[in-house]
Structures are given as C-alpha cells and as structure tokens.
C-alpha cells in the first residue's frame, strides 16, 4: 500500500509485519474499554504497538517484559510487570480477576508459566508460538488483509507510533540482524540505505 506522507519511510517500514500483527492480534477477541489486556513479550516490535492499540481501546494493559523495557512500556500508559519466575503472581497481585485476553508474543516455557493468568484458556492469542497456544486451549494469530491498512490508518492519525529504537546503515548489516536475533529487542530495528 502507498505510504502516507505523514509517516517517515522508517515509520513505514515498521509497520507491515509487526503492525499489522499487533493489530490483528488485538482484534481477535474484542474487548471492551476497562477489560484487561495482559502482553507478554510487550517490549518488542509487536509488543510494543499491541499496548498502544489497548491504550487507544481504554483497556487495563499490563505489559510484561524484561526490567530494560519498563519505561518503553509505562510510556504507554501501561502498567508494567517484569517477566522472568514469578512473572504470573505479579500479574495477578495487579489483576487478581485475570486476563480478558492474554496476547504472547514470547512462546515455550514463558507461555505455559503466564498461562494460568487468563479467565479462560480460550482467550490465549499467540504470534510466537501457535501449537503451544493451541495445546493450552488458546490459538494462534489470525492474519488478516484489512490489519496492515487499519495500523497504518492509526499510524498516521498518530495514535500509535512503530517505535523505531535502532537505525543501522546498509554497511552494518550483521550488527542489525545480530541485534534482532538476540531475541530482546526493544520496538522495531531499521536498516536504512
Ligand atoms: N504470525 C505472524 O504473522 C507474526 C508476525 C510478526 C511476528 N511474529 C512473531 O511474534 C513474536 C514477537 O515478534 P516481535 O517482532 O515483537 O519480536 P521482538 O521485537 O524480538 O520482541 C520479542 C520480545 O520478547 C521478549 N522476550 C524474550 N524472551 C522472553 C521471555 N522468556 N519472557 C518474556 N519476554 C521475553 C523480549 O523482551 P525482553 O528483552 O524484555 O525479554 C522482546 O522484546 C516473534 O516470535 C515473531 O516471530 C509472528
């Protein structure tokens, strides 16, 4: 699709996969403005504008991430939880009633701990790891044509913003990828010519 003059080419780069993942991933159970959104993984590319799209909503979002990313995320307007052992106590310390969608960005053994923190296991959503979602009884993303169009809207009302944190020149490459493979990346990297 064309690029708004609004967004910088960065900005639009940023928003095909993980944008249109995070609003897909937001959209597939509806929830109401107060209901309670939990985001693990919310310091990341996807994480990151899931939470603001939850913000925009009016839900309680509560993002859990690694101590690095608390500030990226109570700039949100999240509340943040530190991910690691423990992670689901201190979720439920902040929303004892439990999760009207638990949305997982990370997969494995941080999913099946985090887990028990939705109502149901039905409303388990999963980007990362769909056939560990699916056996708990949550599911995988659904992607949809109309996500990229709608994140892109929103982008350019400035509602959300892709987060772009780091910017590499085409000459350091491996340093971009490196950075994205090391599976902590804060929003989105950007390789620009
Ligand atoms: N199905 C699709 O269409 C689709 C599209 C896009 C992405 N995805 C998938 O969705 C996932 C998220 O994508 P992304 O672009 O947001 O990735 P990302 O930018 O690399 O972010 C992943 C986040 O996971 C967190 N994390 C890693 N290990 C963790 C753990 N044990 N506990 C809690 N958090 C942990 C990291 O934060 P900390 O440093 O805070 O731990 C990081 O910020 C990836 O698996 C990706 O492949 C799927």
Redesign the pocket.
Known sequence: MAKPEELSFADAAALP??G??AY?VTHQIELEPGQTMVI????????LMAAQIGKVHQFNVIG???A??QQLIEAIGATFVE??DG?ADRVREIAPEGADVLID??????LRKIAPVAKDPGLIIS????ATAEELGGA??Q?TKEGVAKITEVAEYGLITPNVMERFSLHDVQQAIAS?ED??????VIIEP
Do not use: I, N, W, Y
């Not at 960005?105 to 941080?110: H, T």
């Not at 599976?183 to 989105?188: I, M, Q, S, V």
């Open positions: 996969v993980a249109g993942t897909d693990l993984g919310a310091g990341g590319g996807v994480g859990v991430a690694s690095s990313k991910s690691g992670a960005l990370v997969g494995g053994d941080a980007t990362a790891d769909p995988g993303v992607r994205v599976g902590h990346a804060a929003g989105k």
